[in-house]
């Protein structure tokens, strides 16, 4: 069977995506080799692989984490109103460009993999849901920008809901956020700009006196996108299923993460010191590479789709 398509952008248009060297057929047996051995493998996905679907990262030389920008902590949205009127506020565009981009050829491979029983569980740092959309059902480990949920009574709603009502309680920033997809130095702006990461500059009275964010239908209370925020902790049902995959595999596959964060680092080393392989396919230095048996710096999308015409893990492509 072919691998599956690329998506329509070159990859190498994308300049969210790091550079990196041309493939190697070398690699590709390497990561081959390392997966056929494996009867129970675990794979850990990262921003890595979404970055190639035009979602941008944080930790990449091109993320916004590296550039210069800080996210919301978890604090911050917790007991600052003003900071989650501005997070709302200048988050609003980003479900549009989640919904915009499609699953890459690397989500389809892993699909197809999964599928073949080669994967014996996926897990994600990723919050977009496109490995859903390529037809996979990881564990969302940091869970997902397509949920709202309140901090009080647990009541959750779609993030499409909570924007239509965010909408009906601000009509004139609705309009001209709307107006930004054309040209944000239209008048009817309100000096906003938009971010390369799809978040908006606003003015700060903007979002400070003007700006209304609804409340959970059920009690009034706080509502928050089902986002671990940084200073935030995993949901500790999701923290043990992860911990006791990673404890129990034979091997253990990152893809597309620096590991830079503890609830991904310490799956890696629970994995590695319980005695499975570990191997990393990421552009760039990660926190694991110290301990890996295998490292490779490729780009997903073009090493993955590889796989499903190599050897024994020849499978269908879904």
């Known amino acids: 069977m072919s691998a599956p398509e690329s998506t329509s952008v070159?990859?190498?248009?994308?300049?969210v995506v790091p550079d990196s060297e041309p493939l190697r057929i070398e690699d590709v047996n390497l990561l081959h080799d390392f997966i056929d051995k494996s009867k129970k493998l675990v794979v850990l996905t990262g921003a890595g692989?979404?970055?190639?679907?035009g979602i941008p990262d944080y930790r990449s030389p091109n993320g916004a984490y590296s550039t210069g920008f800080r996210p919301i902590t978890h604090?911050?949205?917790?007991?600052?109103?003003?900071?989650?009127?501005?997070?709302w506020a200048r988050n609003y565009p980003v479900l549009k460009k989640f919904k915009e981009a499609v699953p890459g050829p690397a989500h389809t491979a892993l699909a197809s993999l999964e599928k073949a029983n080669r994967i014996s569980l996926m897990i994600t740092q990723n919050i977009d849901r496109l490995h859903h959309?390529?037809?996979?059902?990881?564990?969302?480990?940091?869970?997902?920008?397509?949920?709202?949920t309140c901090l009080y009574c647990g009541f959750s709603i779609s993030r499409e809901s909570f924007q239509d009502q965010l909408n009906?309680?601000?009509?004139?920033?609705?309009?001209?956020i709307e107006s930004l997809a054309y040209d944000s130095n239209s008048d009817k702006s309100f000096g906003m700009k938009q971010r390369p990461d799809g978040d908006i500059e606003i003015d700060e009275?903007?979002?400070?006196?003007?700006?209304?964010?609804?409340?959970?239908?059920?009690?009034?209370g706080v509502l928050k996108p089902d986002v671990v925020f940084f200073g935030d902790n995993v949901p500790k049902d999701r923290a043990n299923m992860a911990m006791e995959a990673a404890k129990g595999c034979d091997a253990f596959l990152v893809l597309?993460?620096?590991?830079?964060?503890?609830?991904?680092?310490?799956?890696?080393?629970?994995?590695h010191e319980a005695g499975a392989a570990t191997a990393i396919i990421n552009i760039g230095k990660t926190r694991a590479d110290d301990f890996a048996d295998l490292k490779i710096n490729a780009r997903l999308g073009e090493i993955l789709p590889r796989l499903l015409n190599t050897g024994s893990l020849s499978v269908p492509a879904i």
């Open 10 to 15: 070159s990859l190498k248009d994308r300049n």
């Open 49 to 53: 692989i979404s970055t190639e679907c």
């Open 75 to 87: 604090q911050e949205f917790i007991c600052s109103s003003s900071a989650r009127r501005r997070y």
């Open 133 to 148: 959309r390529a037809g996979s059902s990881p564990v969302e480990l940091h869970g997902t920008v397509h949920i709202v």
């Open 168 to 176: 009906s309680l601000n009509p004139k920033w609705a309009a001209a």
């Open 205 to 220: 009275k903007f979002w400070e006196e003007d700006f209304h964010i609804p409340t959970c239908p059920k009690c009034n």
């Open 256 to 271: 597309g993460s620096s590991v830079m964060t503890m609830s991904a680092f310490r799956l890696v080393r629970a994995a």
